[in-house]
């Protein structure tokens, strides 16, 4: 038997390559916390009385035997299993028969996919806030070493007034950091646990204890009451994605600033030539792909927070098989985003400012005359500016 639902009746083939889909090569990424939240739901079995001690202890010494093998690449999830879900529980059965499939008392498919995709999710945060940690010190390092250089401050892509580069870059950590806080509270979308909701009915005729798979997954609650979790899928995954999607807009904004400044125009900054790319007919040049592909992350981040919501949106309660395809933004995005994290870790220290061609012009500093004028004289800012505005006019 292959599937968990299989009633010995012969599926048909194309019904069944459809609704899987590439689902069974994006559950990979799930087995490990699959896994966990198995261990944890057969534990909390032994505990309530519903399982043999001896059976759980045979469960648990398995399943951490099945995903140490998936690790290292010894066996993946196929097409006829469908999900995570179905291969563990299969190689389980293969292992130690019929108490293989006593797991299954008191879940659901349903539950299970929300208790993998939340413990991964937990993971991700720590993963990007991490990684946003790194880039933010690289940034500092860009601070320290020419914090001082001057820099035109633009609006309107006009210079406005005297900037610097301290001034700008601290501009990009601060965001950065509050994206750090940002993260860390999508992530607790998906601290509740879902176990125990099962198909998002619960367990009638089980005395199960949802709060000891609470505890020992690490979650901070139990995600009451069981008919919250299935109308809770995609919640957790959309605010996940906004926030990565806030990031990758942080590091557009960076990633166009040191495009225009790399610009023979500007030629405010220099980058290393081993991470520029050329041109396969102009011999002269040296292009900033890498901060190119680093601006147009964010739509990528966008597209797939728009799917995310119109997937699961108007859908009644409980679980419906749309919900599936919400994995493939989700793990388009969280992807995504760390790679282009990583790559402007790598790249902002390739980068330095040309001190001796940025050059401010006097007007620049027409703001600073007209504020020291109104306190001088004592007279209103808009009169103050006016009289500067004019000697400019006139020159
Ligand atoms: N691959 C499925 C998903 O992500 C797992 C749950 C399947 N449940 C079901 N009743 N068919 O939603």
Request: proline share 3%; net charge neutral.
């Amino acid at each position: 038997m292959k599937r968990l639902w299989d009633k010995d009746l012969p599926v048909d083939n194309l019904i069944l390559k459809y609704t899987v889909g590439n689902d069974f090569h994006l559950d990979e990424r799930l087995v490990e916390y699959d896994i966990q939240a198995s261990i944890a739901h057969a534990s909390m079995l032994k505990e309530k009385g519903l399982i043999k001690k001896d059976d759980y202890h045979k469960i648990s010494k398995a399943l951490k035997k099945i995903g140490k093998d998936h690790k290292n690449g010894e066996w993946k999830i196929d097409l006829e299993q469908e999900d995570c879900h179905t291969a563990i529980e299969n190689h389980l059965t293969k292992y130690l028969g019929s108490a293989g499939g006593s797991i299954h008392l008191g879940r659901s498919r349903n539950d299970q996919v929300l208790a993998a995709l939340r413990l991964y999710l937990k993971d991700v945060g720590d993963n990007v806030a991490k990684e946003l940690e790194l880039l933010i010190s690289k940034i500092n390092v860009l601070i320290k070493k020419q914090g001082e250089v001057q820099l035109p401050g633009y609006t309107h892509t006009q210079r406005g007034m005297p900037s610097s580069v301290k001034l700008w870059a601290e501009g990009y950590t601060s965001e950065l950091s509050d994206d750090v806080i940002g993260i860390k509270l999508a992530t607790n979308r998906a601290d509740k646990n879902p176990l125990g909701s099962a198909a998002g009915y619960g367990t009638p005729g089980l005395n199960i204890d949802r709060e000891l798979t609470t505890k020992s997954l690490g979650f901070k609650s139990t995600h009451e009451p069981v008919t919250a979790v299935q109308i809770s899928r995609g919640k957790a995954e959309a605010s996940v994605i906004f926030e990565i999607t806030i990031i990758l807009g942080d590091l557009a904004k960076l990633a166009s600033d040191i495009i225009l400044f790399y610009s023979d125009e500007f030629s405010f900054l220099d980058i290393k030539k081993n991470i520029t790319t050329g041109s396969s007919i102009m011999p002269q040049k040296n292009n900033p792909d890498v901060f190119e592909l680093v601006r147009s992350a964010e739509s990528i981040g966008i597209a797939s927070l728009v799917e995310t919501l119109s997937i699961s949106s108007k859908l009644i309660s409980g679980y419906h098989r749309d919900l599936q395809r919400i994995k493939m933004p989700l793990f388009r995005s969280i992807d995504i985003a760390i790679d282009t994290i990583k790559i402007m870790t790598h790249s902002i220290e390739n980068i330095s400012f040309n001190e001796k061609n940025i050059i401010l012009n006097p007007d620049i500093y027409a703001t600073e005359q007209a504020n020291k004028l109104a306190l001088e004289k004592n007279i209103s800012f808009r009169e103050a500016y006016k009289m500067v505005a004019k000697k400019i006019d006139e020159k």
